[in-house]
């Protein structure tokens, strides 16, 4: 107000409780009458209190905020905040304040004073100090003075206190300093027994009382404390169950963070941790980051090669995702890159082009080669040595003392290119006749009274079939040699 | 579109395809996509049988085809008049160890030794026989006793100088033992003496322990262990192609087994082995040897595990400077097995239908572009990019002629969309992609 002298305002010993307004003294200025006629004709102001001397003292500031009581008004009304970007938020301060009077109560009812004269342990110790400090006598007006001067102390070193456990709970790391001013040891030694020792632990076990820091109160906090996210983050990462109430919490931690310059990082660290969980929500949150990465106008960070291998397992994935992000980063539609990572991860469909003259190519190596196998494994006569055991050229020396003639009756039962030599014609008739079915016990002494091996035997009977029948003509049965009669019947001459 | 393919052949392709194997027979009519492959191996094979010896490595990872070629080359190399013998590497064995691992890998050598007659294995006596028959056959005639006489006990110092005689002269380090071993194998037939042809059968199996063992059945004072056993196989390389064979070929299978070895040393040794395997074969100091390593990519060209950790054979198997994905040379000794592309899959099926077709003495009621939509489908399917291989491609399409075959009205497109695609992997640590940032 211009050409107000506001009345003793910093007179500690002249306290006006009036509550009404100050009435200035007319020294017969005229200027003076004007100004003040004026302000008599004035609208009365809504709140009565604002014009009390002492309605910027905390406990008449906050009476009907925390629907306080006289008593505790009186108690805030000793309160000076060391002003800070933390105790100057409002909702901060609230609770910094229900956080004070609670302790207050519990010093007031379950610290009882060792000397029952002090109504409380507060009174005890302001008491202690006074006359350890300054020992001032008790009835001296230094003494009163002083008394409710550490008395104030005292207070505002509890509301320090106090001030830090909120901070505690608010996950601001940074602490107010909660020096005690009056540094004798024996002061502090009782400072700490009767008041901080019981202050400490029941802060500890009350911090739950402190409320939430709303939406509001969050933002401000955290464009102040740029790592405040970090406590959350934590929490976010250890409660994870899926990614899509991941991805919400994250988004809401974004949303208090959203005048932190390091919003980006956020989303950045949520891409991290995510991409060995559920790579879906690692690319869209990776997305996030770069969309507020470009706001801030900041670098891009990569993600790291570890966590780029468990997120992309082909160089085509890697390719696809940097066209993403190219396209997100020239167009800045981000629901657009939102989607295409959606269906990142989901096949896509191969379309099978045919190709005809490729086919008839293929057609027509397969048709050369196939053409080359079959005759590598056709039936020809092979000009590689003869491996069939040669008979010594006087057959009639051997085994068999038997004519001529049915000698040639014998050699033209069989066709002539198979040119079995006498034994294994034997042989043959030996398996005709048991219905080609042999035991090979029964063989094997028919071998081993011509001093014949039975493998070689049989081997090589089979090596000058094979080329006519191109497979095996006797086989091994369990106990029995058996011969197809089918390939049999195609070793005979039947003129 | 199917030459000359024989009802057996057919029945065999089918149903052993729905079985998820490779047929024993036909097998040369379902190699589309392959010719280049099958046109090496053929040059090689003729190359082996000239004398020469050849050390190839398929390398391809799961379900690129590597076993059905190595039976390609079996089926093929029989034909030819070779010897086969096939092996897998397992943990248990190795090629070069000092506790017994790498004759265990020799007794399965020579426990699957195949021939035309006996493809399935188990030749190694028959084999035997053959030869010694053939011993017989040349002692008879230059010393003038007939075939028949000459098998009695009397001659059996002749018979056993003129096994020792031939041992001798075709073999090089361990003749001698060898040979006295072909002499008890004779020798317990002619005295009819069967543990004696058994014992002698297992000493050339590698199946001793000691040589105290070995001297007391046998009379011999070696025995084919860890450090000999490769001089074994190259005297019975030319043990066979004395008696008329074309040559010997010993395919490997299963060499990611090499490559995991954790100790850097033995596995260093084992590459060492390959090494002058890979040099004796290709410097010429051995004839009609063909040995095939099949192996995963990893196998080959992992720098710190691989063949190409060890720098002399990285050298010498690195792909020809000037090969490209389309201007390939199989040549080399290594053969990639690329996998096949869709027109070559969708080749490989439309035979396939005529093959069951012919099969079955039916007319399948599929056409072209529902061929082509059976592909899309089964290539769309979750799990497909990782673990779809031809062998599952071919057995589903194989089930739905099936099902069509029997059931004429059977809604198609339903039948395509019930297909799934699992992984058929043997359990192996997953290939590592390179990323780069972003």
Same mark, same amino acid.
């Given at each position: 107000?211009?050409?107000?002298?506001?009345?003793?305002?910093?007179?500690?010993?002249?306290?006006?409780?009036?509550?009404?307004?100050?009435?200035?003294?007319?020294?017969?200025?005229?200027?003076?009458?004007?100004?003040?006629?004026?302000?008599?004709?004035?609208?009365?102001?809504?709140?009565?209190?604002?014009?009390?001397?002492?309605?910027?003292?905390?406990?008449?500031?906050?009476?009907?905020?925390?629907?306080?009581?006289?008593?505790?008004?009186?108690?805030?009304?000793?309160?000076?905040?060391?002003?800070?970007?933390?105790?100057?938020?409002?909702?901060?301060?609230?609770?910094?304040?229900?956080?004070?009077?609670?302790?207050?109560?519990?010093?007031?009812?379950?610290?009882?004073?060792?000397?029952?004269?002090?109504?409380?342990?507060?009174?005890?110790?302001?008491?202690?100090?006074?006359?350890?400090?300054?020992?001032?006598?008790?009835?001296?007006?230094?003494?009163?003075?002083?008394?409710?001067?550490?008395?104030?102390?005292?207070?505002?070193?509890?509301?320090?206190?106090?001030?830090?456990?909120?901070?505690?709970?608010?996950?601001?790391?940074?602490?107010?300093?909660?020096?005690?001013?009056?540094?004798?040891?024996?002061?502090?030694?009782?400072?700490?027994?009767?008041?901080?020792?019981?202050?400490?632990?029941?802060?500890?076990?009350?911090?739950?009382?402190?409320?939430?820091?709303?939406?509001?109160?969050?933002?401000?906090?955290?464009?102040?404390?740029?790592?405040?996210?970090?406590?959350?983050?934590?929490?976010?990462?250890?409660?994870?169950?899926?990614?899509?109430?991941?991805?919400?919490?994250?988004?809401?931690?974004?949303?208090?963070?959203?005048?932190?310059?390091?919003?980006?990082?956020?989303?950045?660290?949520?891409?991290?941790?995510?991409?060995?969980?559920?790579?879906?929500?690692?690319?869209?949150?990776?997305?996030?980051?770069?969309?507020?990465?470009?706001?801030?106008?900041?670098?891009?960070?990569?993600?790291?090669?570890?966590?780029?291998?468990?997120?992309?397992?082909?160089?085509?994935?890697?390719?696809?995702?940097?066209?993403?992000?190219?396209?997100?980063?020239?167009?800045?539609?981000?629901?657009?890159?939102?989607?295409?990572?959606?269906?990142?991860?989901?096949?896509?469909?191969?379309?099978?082009?045919?190709?005809?003259?490729?086919?008839?190519?293929?057609?027509?190596?397969?048709?050369?080669?196939?053409?080359?196998?079959?005759?590598?494994?056709?039936?020809?006569?092979?000009?590689?040595?003869?491996?069939?055991?040669?008979?010594?050229?006087?057959?009639?020396?051997?085994?068999?003392?038997?004519?001529?003639?049915?000698?040639?009756?014998?050699?033209?039962?069989?066709?002539?290119?198979?040119?079995?030599?006498?034994?294994?014609?034997?042989?043959?008739?030996?398996?005709?006749?048991?219905?080609?079915?042999?035991?090979?016990?029964?063989?094997?002494?028919?071998?081993?009274?011509?001093?014949?091996?039975?493998?070689?035997?049989?081997?090589?009977?089979?090596?000058?079939?094979?080329?006519?029948?191109?497979?095996?003509?006797?086989?091994?049965?369990?106990?029995?040699?058996?011969?197809?009669?089918?390939?049999?019947?195609?070793?005979?001459?039947?003129? | 579109?199917?030459?000359?393919?024989?009802?057996?052949?057919?029945?065999?392709?089918?149903?052993?395809?729905?079985?998820?194997?490779?047929?024993?027979?036909?097998?040369?009519?379902?190699?589309?996509?392959?010719?280049?492959?099958?046109?090496?191996?053929?040059?090689?094979?003729?190359?082996?049988?000239?004398?020469?010896?050849?050390?190839?490595?398929?390398?391809?990872?799961?379900?690129?085809?590597?076993?059905?070629?190595?039976?390609?080359?079996?089926?093929?190399?029989?034909?030819?008049?070779?010897?086969?013998?096939?092996?897998?590497?397992?943990?248990?064995?190795?090629?070069?160890?000092?506790?017994?691992?790498?004759?265990?890998?020799?007794?399965?050598?020579?426990?699957?030794?195949?021939?035309?007659?006996?493809?399935?294995?188990?030749?190694?006596?028959?084999?035997?026989?053959?030869?010694?028959?053939?011993?017989?056959?040349?002692?008879?005639?230059?010393?003038?006793?007939?075939?028949?006489?000459?098998?009695?006990?009397?001659?059996?110092?002749?018979?056993?100088?003129?096994?020792?005689?031939?041992?001798?002269?075709?073999?090089?380090?361990?003749?001698?033992?060898?040979?006295?071993?072909?002499?008890?194998?004779?020798?317990?037939?002619?005295?009819?003496?069967?543990?004696?042809?058994?014992?002698? =059968? #297992?000493? *050339? &199996?590698?199946?001793?322990?000691?040589?105290?063992?070995?001297?007391?059945?046998?009379?011999?004072? @070696? !025995?084919?262990?860890?450090?000999?056993?490769?001089?074994?196989?190259?005297?019975?390389?030319?043990?066979?192609?004395?008696?008329?064979?074309?040559?010997?070929?010993?395919?490997?299978?299963?060499?990611?087994?090499?490559?995991?070895?954790?100790?850097?040393?033995?596995?260093?040794?084992?590459?060492?082995?390959?090494?002058?395997?890979?040099?004796?074969?290709?410097?010429?100091?051995?004839?009609?040897?063909?040995?095939?390593?099949?192996?995963?990519?990893?196998?080959?060209?992992?720098?710190?595990?691989?063949?190409?950790?060890?720098?002399?054979?990285?050298?010498?198997?690195?792909?020809?400077?000037?090969?490209?994905?389309?201007?390939?040379?199989?040549?080399?000794?290594?053969?990639?097995?690329?996998?096949?592309?869709?027109?070559?899959?969708?080749?490989? =099926? #439309?035979? *396939? &239908?005529?093959?069951?077709?012919?099969?079955?003495?039916?007319?399948?009621?599929?056409?072209?572009? @529902? !061929?082509?939509?059976?592909?899309?489908?089964?290539?769309?399917?979750?799990?497909?990019?990782?673990?779809?291989?031809?062998?599952?491609?071919?057995?589903?399409?194989?089930?739905?002629?099936?099902?069509?075959?029997?059931?004429?009205?059977?809604?198609?497109?339903?039948?395509?969309?019930?297909?799934?695609?699992?992984?058929?992997?043997?359990?192996?640590?997953?290939?590592?992609?390179?990323?780069?940032?972003?």
């Amino acid at each position: 107000m211009p050409g107000h002298i506001p009345p003793y305002e910093n007179d500690d010993f002249i306290t006006d409780v009036s509550g009404n307004k100050d009435t200035p003294i007319d020294f017969g200025n005229s200027a003076f009458s004007e100004v003040f006629s004026r302000d008599q004709n004035a609208a009365v102001p809504q709140n009565p209190s604002q014009n009390s001397p002492d309605s910027w003292k905390v406990g008449k500031k906050y009476r009907r905020k925390l629907n306080l009581s006289e008593h505790q008004v009186d108690i805030l009304d000793q309160l000076r905040f060391t002003e800070n970007v933390f105790n100057e938020i409002d909702y901060c301060r609230i609770q910094i304040l229900k956080q004070f009077l609670r302790t207050t109560e519990y010093l007031h009812k379950y610290c009882i004073p060792v000397n029952k004269s002090y109504a409380t342990v507060i009174d005890e110790l302001s008491e202690i100090i006074v006359v350890l400090q300054y020992n001032y006598r008790k009835e001296s007006l230094n003494y009163k003075y002083t008394y409710d001067s550490v008395k104030g102390e005292i207070f505002n070193h509890i509301l320090k206190l106090c001030e830090n456990n909120v901070r505690e709970f608010y996950g601001i790391k940074r602490k107010i300093s909660t020096d005690f001013p009056y540094t004798h040891p024996d002061i502090l030694e009782k400072y700490h027994k009767k008041i901080v020792s019981k202050v400490e632990v029941f802060l500890t076990e009350n911090q739950y009382q402190i409320l939430d820091a709303d939406a509001k109160t969050n933002i401000i906090l955290n464009e102040n404390n740029t790592n405040r996210w970090k406590s959350r983050f934590d929490l976010i990462r250890q409660d994870y169950t899926n990614p899509f109430a991941f991805e919400r919490e994250i988004f809401r931690l974004a949303d208090v963070n959203i005048k932190n310059p390091s919003v980006e990082t956020i989303f950045f660290e949520a891409s991290k941790f995510a991409a060995d969980l559920d790579k879906n929500c690692a690319l869209r949150l990776y997305i996030h980051y770069l969309d507020k990465s470009l706001l801030m106008q900041s670098d891009n960070k990569q993600l790291a090669k570890a966590i780029q291998k468990s997120l992309f397992s082909t160089p085509e994935q890697i390719k696809d995702f940097e066209r993403i992000l190219n396209d997100f980063t020239a167009t800045r539609n981000l629901e657009a890159a939102i989607e295409a990572v959606n269906h990142f991860y989901l096949p896509k469909r191969k379309k099978i082009m045919i190709d005809r003259a490729a086919i008839e190519n293929v057609q027509k190596l397969d048709s050369e080669v196939s053409q080359k196998l079959t005759d590598l494994l056709s039936d020809h006569e092979d000009e590689s040595i003869s491996i069939t055991v040669e008979e010594a050229k006087n057959e009639n020396e051997i085994i068999f003392n038997i004519e001529n003639k049915s000698q040639d009756i014998r050699a033209s039962k069989y066709l002539e290119e198979f040119s079995f030599t006498a034994i294994q014609k034997e042989i043959l008739e030996i398996f005709e006749k048991h219905s080609f079915t042999v035991l090979q016990a029964d063989f094997s002494d028919f071998l081993k009274s011509r001093k014949l091996f039975i493998a070689s035997s049989i081997d090589s009977i089979n090596d000058v079939c094979y080329e006519v029948l191109d497979d095996i003509l006797i086989e091994e049965e369990d106990e029995y040699f058996t011969i197809n009669p089918n390939y049999y019947k195609q070793l005979l001459n039947h003129d | 579109m199917i030459d000359h393919i024989k009802p057996k052949e057919a029945t065999s392709i089918i149903n052993s395809l729905i079985g998820g194997v490779v047929p024993k027979t036909g097998v040369q009519h379902i190699t589309v996509g392959r010719s280049e492959e099958v046109n090496a191996f053929i040059s090689a094979l003729e190359d082996v049988k000239n004398g020469h010896s050849i050390v190839k490595f398929w390398i391809g990872d799961f379900g690129s085809g590597k076993s059905f070629m190595l039976h390609l080359l079996n089926t093929v190399a029989l034909k030819q008049k070779f010897v086969v013998a096939n092996a897998d590497f397992t943990p248990d064995n190795r090629l070069y160890a000092n506790d017994g691992k790498s004759v265990i890998l020799y007794s399965a050598i020579m426990d699957n030794i195949a021939i035309q007659t006996k493809p399935e294995g188990g030749a190694l006596p028959t084999l035997l026989e053959k030869w010694i028959e053939q011993v017989i056959t040349k002692t008879a005639e230059e010393n003038g006793i007939s075939l028949s006489e000459i098998r009695n006990e009397q001659y059996l110092n002749l018979i056993r100088n003129s096994i020792m005689k031939t041992v001798n002269e075709i073999t090089e380090v361990g003749g001698f033992d060898f040979g006295s071993v072909i002499v008890k194998y004779y020798e317990g037939y002619i005295k009819n003496d069967e543990l004696l042809r058994r014992n002698a =059968l #297992k000493w *050339l &199996k590698g199946e001793y322990n000691t040589k105290t063992e070995a001297r007391q059945d046998l009379g011999v004072r @070696e !025995i084919i262990n860890d450090s000999n056993y490769y001089d074994m196989l190259k005297n019975f390389c030319k043990f066979f192609v004395s008696m008329g064979y074309s040559g010997f070929m010993i395919n490997l299978d299963e060499a990611i087994n090499l490559y995991k070895i954790s100790t850097r040393a033995v596995r260093e040794k084992n590459y060492e082995k390959i090494l002058s395997i890979y040099n004796d074969c290709f410097q010429g100091k051995i004839s009609n040897l063909f040995i095939n390593f099949a192996g995963t990519k990893e196998f080959l060209e992992n720098e710190r595990r691989g063949l190409f950790s060890y720098q002399a054979l990285k050298s010498r198997l690195e792909s020809n400077k000037f090969e490209t994905l389309e201007i390939r040379d199989f040549a080399q000794p290594v053969i990639k097995l690329t996998p096949l592309d869709h027109n070559e899959i969708f080749v490989l =099926l #439309k035979k *396939l &239908k005529l093959i069951f077709d012919f099969n079955y003495k039916t007319e399948s009621n599929i056409s072209d572009h @529902e !061929i082509s939509s059976f592909m899309e489908e089964i290539f769309n399917k979750p799990g497909a990019s990782e673990f779809l291989t031809p062998r599952e491609v071919i057995r589903d399409f194989l089930n739905i002629l099936n099902i069509i075959r029997q059931n004429p009205n059977v809604d198609k497109r339903q039948l395509f969309g019930e297909i799934e695609i699992s992984d058929e992997r043997p359990d192996e640590k997953p290939f590592e992609m390179n990323i780069e940032e972003i």
